[in-house]
């Protein structure tokens, strides 16, 4: 493999362009057609810098809870992808913790 | 994010999880298709198609089995549906010209090392093709790949070996 990318130093570079918006503009279409562009109904209000990292922090520990071997690289992966959320979903996963029994006896 | 943990969240609630499955492998799903169409409406239809088949099948999904080579492998299908309605007399494998036909104004025709590379690919035979994809692009796993394409790992390793040397021909051939 290496031979082939040394050859032009092409590496993963493709031809290929993306339409302005159309990544985005497939995410709201499927999450339309799904249904899942409509929030819980649930969700608080109280949206903000504190409850953002208390759901992040609890959101690393379903996972630790999942898998207690969890490498410091997947929770930080994790955090990751919990920031990509937007407060709604934030706040519905840290209520999803704190009234799941189950989830919280085996952490 | 691992998979385990995006089946985790979606087993627990379908329509959060498939928001964070969204964000996850959006884009990933996107190129996957992409190098398959060559063209970008076809590829965005197709990724369209390919999280809903998702969402609505989702309980139907085997959890012994990987849910990475289980999206690819909807995509994928997907991908090669659309091209064969859409594109019914265009012949995608072992057919360089392939990617030209199937072309729109999507594509940097001047980035002629790139565009040669996707030539390559497309000259291969189909299972190769998307062997080399998901191994070189995607990073894929041999067993993975084995159960996106229906093959076994020794097979998918065979492809990838084959496709590499009759890429790297392909090339030389071009620039010798």
């Not at chain 2, 943990?5 to 959060?16: A, C, D, E, R």
Request: hydrophobic residues 40%; aromatic residues 12%; glycine residues 2%.
């Amino acid at each position: 493999m290496t031979k082939i990318t040394n050859i032009m130093g092409i590496g993963k570079r493709m031809p290929y362009k993306v339409p302005k918006g159309t990544l985005d503009e497939i995410e709201n279409n499927v999450l339309k057609a799904t249904g899942c562009d409509r929030k819980p109904s649930r969700k608080l209000r109280t949206a903000g810098f504190t409850i953002a990292v208390a759901a992040s922090l609890t959101l690393v520990a379903i996972f630790a809870w999942h898998r207690q071997d969890v490498s410091a690289d997947t929770l930080a992966d994790v955090q990751q992808a919990f920031s990509n959320l937007d407060n709604a979903d934030q706040t519905f996963l840290s209520e999803i913790y704190y009234e799941d029994t189950f989830m919280n006896v085996n952490y | 994010m691992n998979e385990k943990y995006i089946v985790k969240l979606l087993g627990l609630n379908l329509q959060l999880g498939f928001r964070v499955l969204m964000k996850e492998y959006r884009d990933t799903i996107y190129w996957h298709i992409r190098r398959i169409t060559v063209n970008s409406e076809d590829a965005q239809d197709a990724t369209q198609e390919t999280f809903i088949r998702v969402y609505r099948s989702f309980s139907r999904f085997d959890r012994s089995r990987s849910f990475t080579a289980w999206l690819y492998r909807i995509a994928t299908n997907e991908a090669l549906r659309i091209i064969d309605k859409r594109h019914p007399t265009v012949n995608v494998e072992d057919n360089a010209d392939a990617m030209s036909i199937l072309a729109d104004e999507y594509i940097d025709l001047s980035d002629v090392e790139a565009v040669n590379l996707q030539k390559a690919i497309h000259s291969l035979p189909r299972k190769q093709q998307l062997t080399f994809n998901l191994r070189y692009y995607d990073e894929l796993s041999f067993d993975k790949i084995a159960e996106i394409t229906d093959s076994t790992p020794g097979s998918a390793k065979a492809n990838w070996h084959n496709a590499k040397i009759k890429i790297y021909n392909y090339l030389k051939e071009y620039y010798d």
